[in-house]
């Protein structure tokens, strides 16, 4: 998809109007190859249920340049009427990590809503930030929410 891009870029010279830097301001988020964030899961069921759900490919909505895959028409209607409440958290990166000043990948089945917010962590073989996480969440919040912006602007190239 972003080879296809960058040759509509270099064919059509969208760079001159602006819209290429646009187009490629996703490098924030973690997606896969395709654009699509949490791995296909649907953001809205964390908020509903105890274990977050697969969405369907037939089910997307695309917000801030990310896809998100929904597992009912309901949950995608209820994330098109307010995305920012339903979005990950820290572009979908694992919150622990934005906490500490870089960005890792984030298993989207190890997850925690506070204060309303969807926060995704790593969690593979022996490591579960989400243990570590917890054992300082009020200094490791405040960090996050300190970090992000900086974070962000150096993944998009600023």
Known sequence: ?????????AVFGLSTLGIAQDMMSTKHLNVDDDGIAIKGYDPVSYFIS???QEGKESLT????GATYQFASQENLD???????KYAPAYGGWCAYAVGNGYTADAN???????DGK??????KFFT???DKWNKDEENLSKNAEQNWPEI???????
């Open 118 to 123: 969807l926060l995704l962590f790593y969690n």
């Open 128 to 130: 579960n930030t989400l």
């Open 108 to 114: 989207p089945k190890t997850f925690k809503i506070l």
């Open 61 to 64: 909505y695309e917000y801030e």
């Open 152 to 158: 962000k602007a150096k993944k998009q190239g600023n």
């Open 50 to 52: 105890e274990e977050p």
């Open 1 to 9: 998809m972003k080879s296809l891009l960058l040759t509509l870029i």
């Open 78 to 84: 209820t994330f098109k009427a307010d995305p920012a």
